[in-house]
């Protein structure tokens, strides 16, 4: 009986033990692209959003509250986010602008559902001031 109790109890703790939280250590992935938008003194677009190029993108883990990681974004303005375990994620970039003490933040949140997702991203557009 005894040790029928601390098998019992010792695969408890070993499953309590095992929950994954959101972070690397997975197969999933989580890509998107972010584009910039010229917009003018007044506030109104320029042209069409092109590429953002070599430009940092981060992610949340979960409910942490500061970044986890970051990557650059390539010629192109895709990123990528490989080797994630399933869960909540925050991915965001920032626009630039040229107003003293402002950053424009574009935040998307995204879940990962499956051990082998490939979750994209809505398109990030980061406006330039």
């Keep these: 009986m005894r040790r029928s109790l601390l098998l019992l109890t010792a695969l ?21 692209v972010v584009l910039r938008q010229d917009v ?3 506030g109104i677009p320029v042209g069409n959003p092109y590429p953002y190029q070599d430009t940092r993108v981060f992610i949340v883990y ?11 974004t390539g010629p192109d303005g895709l990123f990528v986010f490989r080797w994630l375990r ?9 626009g630039e602008c040229n107003c003293p003490g402002k950053s424009v933040s574009i935040t998307r949140s995204v879940q990962v559902s499956g051990n082998k997702d490939v979750v994209t991203v809505p398109t990030l557009i980061a406006d330039n001031f």
């Design 40 to 42: 003018n003194a007044l």
């Design 12 to 32: 408890s703790a070993l499953a309590i033990a095992c929950k994954k939280e959101p972070g690397i250590g997975g197969k999933a992935e989580i890509r998107g």
């Design 86 to 94: 399933k869960g909540d994620y925050t991915v965001y970039t920032f």
């Design 62 to 72: 979960g409910d942490h509250d500061f970044y986890d990681d970051d990557v650059r």
